[in-house]
């Protein structure tokens, strides 16, 4: 059996999973659910040894899990055919799934295949909520609940408040279960359907949207119920045995806390305060727990479970710190960092990371694109930092201080930084098309960067066809930042390399008039004295010999984590068991009425995050502690050398932006199957570029990397 054909049979075997998991969401609202479902299994299942959770955890969890860790395994073993493209350009066509459709508002730059996501999204949370609805109106005069026990009837309109809060409240708990899926970084299951990390982000914005705007009519219902029927006091009333208003009242407010500092124009301005705000996260899933209890927090953990390996992974990277080798002034709004990297660590071209220097804060983590190629620049990663917030103003505060004091020092200062990462996704449509374009605004060039070294690498090599014509568009506001592009070094990829036959690079300069960026006196002197050196911790520590550098070294891979989720799993199942049967049960013979639904709840979240900790992180340890004795983080600091051929524009234009669909059209009256466009920058450009590649009908993909 081929390769292909095993990947098919493999996506087709993982896709009937999904769908069975899929068809339990949509079943669950419904009464048949309980009594041909979840009813018999529940029968089978020893509810001695983990209660209702355990049937919750076998219907909802268990299968997600198990797509993951068999998704993990496939990609460990899968290698990817990179010697030529012949065959996607075979099948290649106009694919309309990518055309945007909105170039406005809150869904701008969405394609035709997002917004079907996000229909059937909606549409499976409106069937809940109608389902949920319905079914409980019509029982309105029952006087048992669902599961048989008697209950008080009110009066009739405490009886439809009622309702209606309580079944906003349980539709709001299904996106709630697909929230956390989209951030998990590291994630096998979005890199087996091939949706990268950045993308999957507005995913979970819209998810959080869905998931407050439920919840928030959830807590506004019952607060008016509440205050109409003189019952305000169970708002701060904490029940044992059943839900209660205090932890649904905290568990509101945090979420309100971070929702409303995740909205765009928080998010964009104040990044430090949405990005501190959102680490509540674990907060709100602790009232979660406590307000519902063990059952519900079992049917919404499978992503939440994920997320907690994916954050595991990043903070034990995180705690092994690395050091800035040379930091540059691109621009004066522009900084190039340079860190070591051990050579067998491999990352996808735009790859991202999250980047702390203690220097500045400690608990400040900032996203940045990596403008490196794991495949040119084996020794290095290097990131582009733009001065626009107070964080990158201290950067280069600090940064000009030490300009100023290098030459008082007998050897180069240490700079110590903290590391997630890098974390990328193979742009396999990239490698489709015979001729590119890309369009990059300001800090936008910085993927186009790791894209174009990539490119270049892999032609030189024979690794891929050669494109017909890569068209490099870039705008920026002053000539000064055209020297971004001094990054790529076609002659470091090759010295006997020209990329002239196919690649033409337009700069246009928006703000300018006229420059005299080509001067080489000017440019001379400021490559000469724009490089900042760093030296590693035991030069700083007084041995000025001494060249090793900590370097980020690779602490992820496939197979470990399809071993962590299953160390993790185990390790859950096992203290589950043991705390449940012997003495949970004991106390209340699963009649809970006995011990209380928060202690419940929080005790069943204790299992999951010591389970993850103690078994998943100790599968982790012990595997990177294996592959300490092999390979050490330590290497040879990388040698930064200015005097590289540098990359100039065949074309400068002064005074104006790009005429989009001047350069458009050319391309359409041609092959526009064959021609794929990719825009990053700022979002009024992304949208103009997207609506001319609907109106040419050409295959476009925005680069989004604003997080």
């Avoid at 309109?157 to 539709?171: L, S, Y």
């Avoid at 800090?443 to 960067?449: D, L, T």
Wanted: charged share 15%.
């Amino acid at each position: 059996m081929g390769a292909s054909i095993r990947g098919f049979v493999f996506k087709f075997f993982m896709f009937l999973v999904f769908a069975g998991w899929i068809l339990v969401w949509i079943m669950s609202p419904t009464s048949a659910f309980f009594t041909h479902f979840s009813g018999p299994i529940a029968e089978r299942v020893s509810l001695k040894s983990y209660g209702q959770t355990g049937v919750y955890t076998l219907i909802y969890t268990a299968p997600v899990l198990f797509m993951a860790f068999i998704a993990a395994l496939y990609l460990s073993h899968t290698k990817k055919h990179t010697n030529t493209n012949e065959g996607l350009r075979k099948f290649l066509k106009v694919n309309p799934w990518t055309y945007p459709v909105f170039l406005r508002g809150p869904l701008a730059l969405i394609s035709l295949a997002e917004l079907a996501l996000l229909t059937a999204s909606i549409a499976l949370y409106t069937w809940t909520l109608a389902k949920y609805m319905k079914g409980s109106f019509d029982r309105i005069n029952v006087p048992f609940d669902w599961m048989g026990r008697p209950i008080t009837l009110g009066p009739l309109w405490e009886r439809k408040f009622n309702i209606v809060g309580k079944v906003f409240g349980m539709t709001g708990a299904v996106p709630f279960a697909f929230l956390f899926f989209p951030v998990a970084r590291l994630s096998s299951l979005f890199r087996l359907i091939n949706i990268p990390f950045e993308h999957a982000v507005r995913y979970h914005i819209w998810t959080g949207h869905i998931t407050m705007f439920l919840w928030t009519v959830h807590g506004l219902v019952y607060i008016l119920y509440w205050t109409m029927a003189n019952k305000s006091q169970e708002l701060v009333r904490w029940h044992k045995i059943d839900i209660s208003g205090l932890t649904g009242l905290f568990t509101w407010i945090v979420g309100l806390l971070m929702w409303g500092t995740s909205l765009a124009p928080v998010r964009k301005h104040r990044f430090e305060l949405f990005y501190h705000t959102h680490q509540l996260y674990f907060v709100f899933i602790v009232g979660f727990a406590l307000h519902l209890g063990e059952g519900w927090l079992a049917i919404v953990i499978a992503g939440v479970f994920l997320f907690f390996i994916d954050r595991l992974f990043r903070f034990l990277q995180s705690m092994r710190h690395v050091e800035v080798v040379s930091a540059k002034v691109i621009s004066p709004e522009t900084l190039e960092l340079t860190l070591a990297k051990v050579p067998d660590l491999k990352y996808p071209a735009a790859s991202v990371i999250f980047l702390n220097l203690p220097a500045i804060s400690r608990l400040q983590w900032h996203p940045f694109t990596v403008t490196s190629c794991s495949t040119v620049d084996v020794d290095r990663i290097t990131i582009f930092v733009k001065c626009s917030g107070s964080w990158t103003c201290k950067l280069k505060s600090l940064l000009d201080q030490e300009r100023l004091n290098e030459n008082s020092h007998n050897y180069p200062v240490h700079f110590e930084a903290a590391v997630e990462g890098p974390h990328g996704h193979e742009l396999d449509h990239l490698h489709a098309y015979p001729t590119l374009i890309f369009v990059a605004g300001g800090s936008g060039v910085g993927p186009f960067i790791s894209i174009l070294k990539d490119l270049l690498y892999k032609v030189h090599n024979k690794l891929r066809l050669a494109p017909k014509k890569i068209v490099f568009i870039l705008a920026v506001k002053f000539s000064e930042e055209l020297q971004i592009l001094h990054s790529i070094s076609p002659s470091s990829i090759a010295p006997d390399f020209s990329a002239a036959d196919f690649l033409e690079l337009h700069a246009y300069v928006t703000r300018e008039s006229e420059s005299d960026l080509e001067s080489p006196v000017k440019l001379n002197e400021l490559d000469h004295k724009s490089v900042i050196h760093f030296a590693g911790r035991a030069a700083s520590s007084g041995n000025p010999n001494a060249k090793k550098v900590r370097a980020v070294a690779k602490t992820f891979g496939y197979k470990l984590y399809a071993a962590t989720i299953l160390a993790s799993f185990a390790g859950y199942m096992l203290i589950a068991g043991l705390v449940h049967r012997f003495y949970i049960y004991p106390m209340d013979h699963n009649t809970y009425q006995v011990c209380s639904i928060s202690g419940r709840g929080f005790a069943s979240l204790l299992e999951y995050v010591v389970a993850i900790c103690a078994f998943g992180g100790g599968t982790i340890l012990l595997w990177n502690w294996s592959k300490s004795r092999r390979d050490s983080n330590l290497v040879d600091a990388p040698v930064i050398d200015p005097s590289s051929t540098k990359m100039r524009p065949s074309k400068v234009v002064y005074g104006r932006r790009p005429d989009f669909q001047e350069i458009f059209s050319e391309h359409a009256s041609k092959n526009k199957e064959c021609t794929g466009v990719f825009a990053c920058g700022p979002e009024g450009m992304q949208r103009n570029v997207g609506f001319q590649c609907r109106d040419h009908k050409l295959n476009f993909h925005p680069l989004n990397f604003e997080l």
